[in-house]
């Protein structure tokens, strides 16, 4: 109630802003900020879908008409609606976050001076992050944080290498962050959903004390918590403190470096997966500037999705390499790791240091180039773990080969690839020591064992398709609530705030299922492609040729209803904000439709000028053919000369213009 309150009186941002602030954005780097996406067709790109999971990419971003869609999951809209879903922001959160990428200056209406100042307000944390990331980082030279420049000079980083990472220090002070913040005008409030301080019997008081301090980013580079590193002897705190879970932070779907390396695994198609937030400096210093690194939990299925729509992992060309302990936490780690190995498209592999160093001791002992070398010299993750399940047993004793085998045959049954487990299969015969025929008995037990077991975990995760439920581009999904929709495409919402209208249905309710289309059928075919080019390129189609080809009538029911929604506004086709104008003015059922028609691929070959008015003309032509057709049946069915002459110069009206659109 609260936040709402203090929204209201901070004022509404003016409609002609937000629109402005969508017109200047370009979607695609706002979405590449979270998706590696590549080209998908003339002026699309693609990748994975950031909201479900799929192995092959069904998520294409039209950033000419600045609005996405996924052809698996039905996910769809403009770039108000991506950071609405992804980051689950509010609408206001979301417009002042691109007018600060953009150096736009908002207009509040209502009295309101600025943004909104809510305890909650995602906003307000992320600002009270990046004020604390200078904080700490400016104390990193002050006289009191000589255990810190200590602690970074011993593992051999200097104060460049700090700089880089933005590394600072945490003074040893019950709340001196709490007042520098407080002075900047943060409140209590705004510090606690943030998790910088901490709320105890003695009041509020700063969480991070006499530590190296780490700023942890999201991969857009926004500063959403910190690792903190104990120094002093007295400090009786867990060697690592992170930032508590928070509105920004959630840890489990949080990998150190990733803004850093984004990019570089994204060309490189390689990600390589650290322990710790030093491995992670030491790799990059090193030239191995794909490293990450988990945050306070071990690596799971949420940092999985993560890597993969950063990697784009559509393909078995990546590589994502581990790196573990050889000790016991180490060797719990790989197995965790190795039980996720199959949502990999990629090819999955460990590297493992010389006498177990792990990256930092390994430059810092022996250079960089001695942690390049232990990265190339990465084994496959199965040779790996068949290795390590081996090494248990006595090999020297019969009963010990037998069991070895045993332990390592369901490994290697879970090898989908037929080649590579019959590989394998001989891999654990040799190290076992055992006959190739009883290794292969044993796997193929497995296999009868395991099979069932597979197939319902993780062996989905291998299809050549989207992993989640595929429906295709018609179908129409929960895109969220619409009330009154304006002109502009956006809903009221109780505060009085605009919103995007997503066209989608209120929680509970039944989707209203629409005709589909079926692109067997020529006709229908051509509608698709006309409604495709007039809204992705209506500029090049011209109005005339629009106005006529609206005047078509269209045989699938839905692609109808979207021709009426253009031809109601087709004074507006070249205004920006075109396709928003028609989402909005068809009903909520169709907007879908509409979003997945502005975001579909174009073919690649050829002008897109020219194809959008080929496939334009054709429309006409076909509509002027039937015409000719049902006039060609009239004149045979009168005897009325007038009525004949009247028929025949409507043909021949038909046939001119027909000889027109062929440019003859």
């Known amino acids: 109630m609260r936040l709402t309150r203090i929204e209201s009186m901070a004022g509404r941002i003016r409609q002609s802003d937000i629109e402005e602030v969508k017109a200047r954005t370009n979607i695609g780097d706002v979405i590449g900020d979270y998706v590696s996406l590549k080209t998908g067709g003339v002026g699309a790109l693609k990748g994975l879908c950031p909201f479900h999971d799929e192995k092959s990419p069904s998520f294409y971003v039209r950033p000419g008409v600045g609005r996405y869609h996924c052809f698996g999951c039905g996910e769809g809209g403009d770039v108000y609606e991506f950071l609405l879903k992804m980051d689950h922001v509010s609408f206001t959160d979301a417009v002042e976050r691109l007018a600060g990428r953009i150096g736009y200056q908002l207009h509040y209406e209502e009295g309101g001076g600025g943004p909104s100042e809510g305890s909650g307000n995602r906003a307000r944390i992320l600002a009270a992050n990046a004020a604390a990331e200078e904080f700490f980082r400016d104390r990193l030279s002050a006289p009191d944080a000589d255990p810190g420049r200590r ?16 590394v600072g220090f945490a003074p040893k002070s019950w709340d001196e962050l709490t007042k520098h913040l407080r002075g900047k005008g943060y409140t209590q ?3 606690l959903a943030a998790g910088l301080v901490t709320q105890g019997d003695r009041g509020v008081y700063d969480r991070f004390r006499g530590r190296l301090i780490w700023p942890i980013r999201d991969v857009t580079g926004q500063t959403i918590g ?3 590193r104990r120094l002093l002897e007295d400090d009786k705190g867990p060697k690592y403190l992170n930032t508590p879970e928070t509105p920004v932070y959630k840890k489990a779907q949080v990998l150190y470096g990733l803004d850093l390396a984004k990019r570089d695994i994204s060309q490189k198609d390689q990600v390589v997966v650290v322990e710790g937030y030093t491995d992670v400096m030491a790799c990059h210093l090193a030239g191995v500037t794909t490293a990450v690194a988990t945050c306070g939990t071990s690596f799971g299925v949420d940092h999985i999705k993560v890597i993969r729509r950063v990697m784009g992992d559509d393909n078995s060309q990546g590589s994502v390499i581990f790196t573990f302990d050889p000790d016991a936490a180490g060797q ?54 068949i290795r390590q399940v081996v090494e248990r047993f006595d090999l020297d004793s019969v009963e010990g080969r037998a069991a070895a085998v045993r332990a390592g045959a369901p490994i290697v049954a879970n090898i989908r690839d037929p080649a590579a487990q019959s590989g394998y299969t001989r891999e654990l015969a040799r190290l076992s020591g055992a006959e190739l025929q009883d290794a292969t008995r044993a796997v193929r037990a497995a296999q009868r064992t395991t099979g069932s077991q597979r197939g319902s975990s993780h062996g989905e995760q291998r299809s050549s398709g989207p992993a989640g439920r595929s429906s295709g581009p018609g179908d129409q999904r929960n895109a969220g609530p619409g009330d009154q929709r304006s002109s502009a495409g956006y809903a009221s919402r109780d505060d009085g705030r605009a919103r995007p209208d997503s066209g989608g249905f209120q929680p509970g309710e039944r989707p209203q299922r629409l005709p589909q289309a079926d692109l067997t059928d020529p006709t229908q075919r051509t509608e698709r492609e006309s409604l495709m080019v007039l809204l992705q390129l209506p500029g090049e189609v011209g109005a005339d040729r629009a106005a006529r080809a609206v005047q078509v009538p269209f045989t699938n029911p839905t692609h109808a209803v979207v021709r009426d929604a253009i ?9 920006p904000g075109w396709v928003d104008r028609i989402v909005a003015e068809v009903p909520q059922a169709y907007a879908p439709t509409v979003n997945a028609l502005a975001v579909a691929a174009l073919p690649q070959e050829g002008e897109p000028g020219r194809y959008a008015r080929s496939i334009v003309d054709g429309l006409i032509d076909r509509d002027l053919l039937r015409e000719k057709a049902e006039l060609t049946s009239r004149l045979g069915r009168t005897e009325d000369p007038e009525l004949r002459r009247q028929i025949s110069l409507a043909m021949v009206a ?5 000889r027109r659109l062929r440019g003859e």
């Open 654 to 658: 038909i046939e001119s213009e027909r």
């Open 567 to 575: 031809a109601s506004r087709l004074d507006t086709m070249n205004q």
């Open 332 to 385: 719990k780690a790989a197995t965790r790791a190795f039980k996720e190995e199959q949502r990999f498209s990629a090819q999955t592999y460990v590297a493992v240091g010389p006498d177990g160093l792990d990256p930092c001791d390994l430059r810092l002992t022996k250079g960089d180039d001695a942690v390049r070398r232990m990265i190339d010299a990465r084994k496959p993750m199965y040779e790996f773990m």
């Open 189 to 191: 409030d705004e510090l």
């Open 226 to 228: 910190f690792g903190a």
């Open 151 to 166: 602690f970074l000079g011993e593992r051999g980083f200097d104060s460049a290498s700090a700089a880089h990472f933005g």
